[in-house]
C-alpha cells in the first residue's frame, strides 16, 4: 500500500481511542520521531502543513478589474466621443490613441503596484514563519511548521502553537488553550492515556484530553506529541475547508483618503456639468447654435476635466508609499503585520518595554554566588533547567537564564549532559509566573532528589532548612536575614539573583503538582548573574525623550535589580519611580489612574498587572506600545495601541497577536520604527498636499478658461500632466528622508486630520498660485502669436500655458519637500532628493519633446514656440518656489513670535 493510501485510512482513525503504540503503527513512526528523507518523501507526496487558501488572480483578471474602475470607464468613453469625432472631420483620432495609451499605462501600473505589494507581504509573512521542534534522525531540529508530516515527533512547550493535530505521549503538566476550536477559555489539563469512548463510541472534542489540535496553545508544561493529521485533514481545517490569508483592513489614512476621493469626485462632476451646462446656455443667449460637434467638444472638456482633477493616483501612491515603508522596516528588524501600525507608531507617546533582551543583551553570565556548598548549588541549579548542551558543537541551547546556569556548571567542571546521566529526571513541575519557581525529581541511585529553583523570596517560603557548613539546620529568622541580605548586596549591584533547594525522596513522589512537591525544602544557595546593557539602548533612550515619548520598564525582576538597570539606562533618576507588582495590586484602578504618571519601572510583574499599565495610559490618553514575549502577555499586548511582539524569544501566540514583530528584540529597534513611522506618514501627507494642490490648480484653470469663454488645456494636456507631473514626483516624495528635526518633535495627535497644521490653506493658497502662473502665461503667449489681448484662442498660449502648469507642479514638488522649513536651505545643507531630481529631468525633457517633436506636437495640438516663450514659460514655473519660500519665512517668523 503505498503512502498516500494509507495516509487517508489513518487520518479516518480515532487516535485518541488507540494505545499510543498501535498510534505509532498507525502513522508509521516511533517515539525516535522520522528520518530526514522519510519526512521530505511525505511532504512530497502529501503537501504542505497548510490550511487552502484562495487562488489568486490571474494578470489578465487583475488587468481586467483595473479597466473596469469607474474613471477608467468615463476615459474609455471619452475616447469612444473623441472616435465619433474624429471620424466626422475625417481626422487621424490622435486623441483616442493618447487616451488609450494612457488607460493601458495605469492599468499595467495598477497591476504591477498590486504584485509589488502581495511581493512585500509574502516577503513579510515568510520572515515572520512559523517553526516548530521536531525529532528528526533521532535530534531535535528546528523546522517550518508548514513542513512538519504526519508521523513527526514534535515538542511541545509552554507559549507554543500547536501546529498540527497531534497524540499525546509525553507529558509533563501539559495545559493547552483551545479557544478557537471549542470556545472553551479555561485551559484543558492534557494526559497520555488511552481514552474510552461515550455510548456513541466517541469523544467530544473539547474531552479528547489525550490530543492537541492545530490553532490551540500550550499555556504551562511541556511534552511531546506524534503528529496524526496535516493541513486541511487537521480539526482546525475541517472548520475552514477553504480559508485564505485575512486580508489588512483599511487604515484611518486610507478611510480618510477614500471619503475625500469621493467627496472630490461629486465637487469636480458639479463642476463639470456646471462648464457644460453655463457653455450651452451662453451659446443659446447668443443665438449661437449648438451643434452636435460643438457639444461632444464640450462634453470631452467636461469628462476630460473630471478625470484629470481627481487624484486617480492617490490611493496607488500611498500603497506604495506604505509599501516600500514597511519593506523598509523589516529591513532594519521591524516586522510590520499591521499597516495600522505604521499611522500608530507615529503618534507613540509610552512604549512600555520589557527589560531583558529588549533593554539587555539576553546574554546572562553567573558572576557571583552565595552558600557553603558551591558544588550542591551548580548540580541543583542545571539539572533544574531546561536547557541542553548540543553534543556535537557544544553550544548551550535554551532560556537565558537557564543557559547562564548551566553555563556556570561547566565553568566548574560539571557537564549537564553527564549530570543527566548520573541523576535522570523522572518528574517534574514546570516553571510558571504565579508560582515563579521549578522543580524536577532525579533518580539519584536507590532514592530521589528533588530540586527546586526559582525567586528567591519565593523559595525561602517553601523551605523549611538550610544547608550551613556542610550540615543542615532550621531555617531561622537569622538565617533568613542573612539570605536577604546576601540576595539585596548581589541586587544592588543590578544581578538577577536565583535561589536553589533541595529536597531527598525514597522513592518517587505520588503527585508532581506544585503543591505536593514545593514544600518542606532545603535551602542551598543564591547565584547572582547580570544580562549587560544593550550598548545602543542608552541613545535610543535619549533620542525617546527628545521625541516626547516616555519609556517604561516592565520586568519579573527585584525591584532593586530593575531600579538599577533603569537608572544605568536614564528610564528614572529615582528609585522612588520604581514599584513591584505586588504594590500595584493595593492601588485600586482608580487611584492607578491618577498616579501612573509617577512611574516608570515596574518590577515582579504579573501578567495581568501589564494590562492594568496599558489601560492606566491609554484612559489618560496616550498612545501606548507593549512589547511581550509569552503567551500570557497576549491580553496586554491585545490591548495597547500597538503590540510589538519578539521575534527571537517571543511565542508564536505574542507573535500572532501583535501588530509589530522585532526580529532583533531590540528596544533601539522600536525606536527606529517610530522615526521610520513618522518618516512615512510626513511624506503621504506631503504627497497628498502636493496631488491635491496640483489637481486644484488644474481644476481653477479650466473652470477660469471655461467661463472666459476660451480653451487653455485640451483633455489630452490634462491626461499628460496627470500621468507625468502628478503621480512620480507624488512617488518621488515617498521616497524622501526623514526631516532633521522627526524626533524631536512631540507625537501627533492620533485623531489629527490630513488637513490638519495648516495643509488645508496651503492646498487652497498653492492651488490659486500655480492657477495664475497658468493663466499668467497663456495671455503673454496670446499677446506674443497676436500682437494684443483678445481673450480668445492661441496656440502659442495653450502651448505655454502647458509648459507652465507641467514644470510648476514639478517645481512645486520641491516645496513639497517641507511644510515649513526652506527647501533651499535644505539642499545647501546637503539634503537632496535624488528621485525629486530624476523626475524634473524626466518630465522638463519629456514636455519639450512633447512640443517640438512633431508628430508629438502635432497630436497634441501645439506649436513649436519660441525660445523667449519657451524661457518665460520655464521662468514662471520656476517662481512657485521663491514665492512659496518667502510664505514659509514669513510664517516661520510669526510662529517665533
Not at 556535537?392 to 549537564?416: H, M, Q, R, W
Not at 525561602?460 to 532550621?474: H, S
Not at 535610543?540 to 525591584?559: F, L, N, Q, V, Y
Not at 484653470?701 to 488645456?713: M, N
Request: glycine share 8%; hydrophobic share 45%.
Amino acid at each position: 500500500m503505498n503512502l498516500t493510501l494509507s495516509r487517508s485510512w489513518f487520518l479516518g482513525m480515532k487516535h485518541y481511542l488507540e494505545y499510543i503504540d498501535d498510534v505509532f503503527h498507525s502513522v508509521g513512526s516511533t517515539p525516535e520521531g522520522l528520518s530526514d528523507a522519510e519526512a521530505v518523501e511525505r511532504l512530497g507526496k502529501n503537501g504542505k502543513n497548510k490550511l487552502a487558501q484562495v487562488k489568486k488572480d490571474s494578470i489578465l483578471k487583475r488587468f481586467i478589474q483595473q479597466l473596469i474602475d469607474p474613471m477608467i470607464l468615463i476615459l474609455i468613453v471619452a475616447a469612444g466621443i473623441s472616435a465619433v469625432l474624429a471620424s466626422f472631420e475625417n481626422e487621424f483620432p490622435s486623441d483616442v490613441i493618447i487616451i488609450l495609451i494612457v488607460v493601458l499605462i495605469n492599468a499595467i501600473l495598477g497591476v504591477y503596484q498590486e504584485s509589488k505589494a502581495e511581493a512585500a507581504i509574502e516577503a513579510l509573512a515568510e520572515m515572520s514563519a512559523a517553526t516548530s521542534k521536531v525529532i528528526r534522525d533521532g535530534k531535535i531540529e528546528i523546522v517550518k511548521s508548514e513542513d512538519l508530516v504526519v508521523g513527526d515527533v514534535i515538542l511541545l512547550e509552554a507559549g507554543d502553537s500547536v501546529p498540527a493535530d497531534a497524540r499525546i505521549f509525553e507529558c509533563a503538566s501539559i495545559k493547552v488553550e483551545e479557544a478557537a476550536l471549542t470556545g472553551e477559555s479555561v485551559p484543558v489539563t492534557k494526559l497520555i492515556d488511552k481514552l474510552t469512548g461515550s455510548e456513541n463510541g466517541d469523544v467530544s472534542l473539547g474531552d479528547r484530553k489525550n490530543m492537541v489540535y492545530m490553532g490551540s496553545a500550550i499555556v504551562y508544561g511541556r511534552g511531546k506529541a506524534v503528529v496524526v493529521a496535516t493541513g486541511m485533514q487537521t480539526e482546525m481545517g475541517k472548520i475552514a475547508d477553504a480559508i485564505s490569508k485575512a486580508q489588512e483592513s483599511a487604515t484611518p489614512l486610507q478611510i480618510k483618503l477614500t471619503q475625500l476621493s469621493k467627496m472630490l469626485t461629486v465637487l469636480v462632476i458639479s463642476i463639470c456639468i456646471f462648464i457644460f451646462g453655463f457653455t450651452m446656455i451662453e451659446n443659446y443667449l447668443k443665438g449661437v447654435p449648438n451643434s452636435i460637434e460643438e457639444i461632444l467638444d464640450v462634453f470631452m472638456i467636461a469628462v476630460s476635466l473630471a478625470v484629470a482633477a481627481i487624484p486617480e493616483g492617490l490611493a496607488a501612491v500611498v500603497t506604495i508609499v506604505l509599501s516600500i515603508g514597511v519593506t523598509n522596516m523589516s529591513k532594519k528588524k521591524a516586522i510590520i503585520r499591521k499597516l495600522t501600525a505604521v499611522e500608530t507608531l507615529g503618534c507613540a507617546q509610552i512604549i512600555c518595554s520589557d527589560k531583558t533582551g529588549t533593554l539587555t543583551q539576553n546574554k546572562m553570565t553567573v558572576i557571583d554566588h552565595f552558600g557553603d556548598n558551591e558544588e550542591k548549588l551548580v548540580r541543583a541549579m542545571a539539572l533544574c533547567t531546561d536547557a541542553e548542551v548540543d553534543a556535537d558543537t557544544g553550544e548551550i541551547v535554551g532560556e537565558p537564564t537557564e543557559c547562564a546556569l548551566v553555563a556556570y556548571a561547566l565553568s566548574k567542571g560539571f557537564n549537564k549532559n553527564e549530570l543527566k546521566e548520573k541523576f535522570p529526571r523522572v518528574g517534574e513541575a514546570p516553571f510558571d509566573s504565579m508560582r515563579k519557581m521549578m522543580s524536577t525529581v532525579h533518580d539519584a541511585g536507590g532514592s530521589y532528589i528533588q530540586y527546586t529553583k526559582g525567586a528567591p523570596d519565593e523559595i525561602i517560603k517553601i523551605c523549611t532548612m538550610a544547608e550551613l557548613d556542610g550540615d543542615v539546620f532550621p531555617l531561622t529568622e537569622e538565617i533568613k536575614q542573612t539570605i536577604f541580605t546576601e540576595n539585596k548586596r548581589m541586587a544592588d549591584r543590578a544581578l538577577r539573583v536565583l535561589a536553589a533547594a533541595y529536597k531527598p525522596h525514597d522513592s518517587v513522589p505520588s503527585s508532581f503538582e506544585p503543591e505536593a512537591l514545593e514544600n518542606n525544602m532545603i535551602f542551598t544557595g543564591l547565584t547572582g548573574m547580570i544580562d549587560p546593557v544593550r550598548p545602543e539602548v542608552k541613545d535610543a533612550i535619549e533620542e525617546c525623550r527628545s521625541a516626547g515619548i516616555r519609556p517604561i520598564m516592565i520586568t519579573g525582576d527585584h525591584k532593586d535589580t530593575a531600579a538599577a538597570i533603569a537608572m544605568e539606562l536614564g528610564i528614572i533618576n529615582d528609585p522612588s519611580k520604581a514599584i513591584t507588582g505586588a504594590q500595584l495590586s493595593k492601588i485600586s484602578d482608580e487611584e492607578f489612574e491618577n498616579t501612573v504618571q509617577n512611574y516608570s519601572v515596574y518590577a515582579r510583574v504579573q501578567p495581568e498587572h501589564k494590562v492594568r499599565i496599558v489601560n492606566a495610559w491609554r484612559k489618560r490618553g496616550m498612545i501606548t506600545a507593549m512589547t511581550g514575549d509569552g503567551v500570557n502577555d497576549a491580553p496586554s499586548i491585545k490591548s495597547a495601541d500597538i503590540g510589538i511582539g519578539m521575534g527571537i524569544t517571543g511565542t508564536d501566540v505574542t507573535k500572532n497577536v501583535a501588530d509589530m514583530v522585532l526580529a532583533d528584540d531590540n528596544f533601539a529597534t522600536i525606536v527606529t520604527a517610530v522615526s521610520e513611522g513618522r518618516r512615512i506618514y510626513d511624506n503621504i501627507r506631503k504627497a497628498i498636499q502636493f496631488l491635491l494642490s496640483s489637481n486644484l490648480s488644474e481644476v481653477l484653470t479650466i473652470f477660469t478658461a471655461s467661463i472666459l469663454g476660451f480653451t487653455i488645456l485640451k483633455p489630452v494636456h490634462l491626461l499628460w500632466i496627470n500621468l507625468v507631473t502628478d503621480s512620480f514626483p507624488a512617488l518621488a516624495l515617498g521616497m524622501e528622508k526623514a526631516e532633521r528635526d522627526i524626533m524631536a518633535r512631540q507625537p501627533r495627535r492620533a485623531k489629527e486630520g490630513i488637513f490638519s497644521g495648516g495643509v488645508g490653506g496651503d492646498i487652497l493658497y498653492q492651488g490659486a498660485l500655480v492657477t495664475v502662473l497658468t493663466l499668467i502665461a497663456y495671455f503673454i503667449g496670446e499677446y506674443i502669436e497676436n500682437g494684443a489681448w483678445h481673450i480668445t484662442n492661441s496656440n502659442d498660449g495653450m502651448t505655454m500655458a502647458f509648459l507652465t502648469m507641467s514644470m510648476c507642479e514639478i517645481f512645486h514638488s520641491f516645496n513639497m519637500r517641507s511644510q515649513k522649513k526652506s527647501v533651499v536651505l535644505m539642499g545647501l545643507r546637503g539634503s537632496h532628493n535624488k528621485f525629486l531630481y530624476l523626475a524634473m529631468i524626466a518630465s522638463l525633457l519629456l514636455t519639450t519633446g512633447v512640443i517640438y517633436i512633431d508628430f508629438l506636437k502635432n497630436a497634441f495640438d501645439f506649436t513649436s514656440i519660441s525660445a523667449l516663450e519657451y524661457g518665460i514659460a520655464i521662468a514662471l514655473a520656476f517662481t512657485i518656489i521663491p514665492i512659496v519660500e518667502v510664505i514659509k519665512a514669513v510664517r516661520r517668523s510669526v510662529e517665533k513670535r
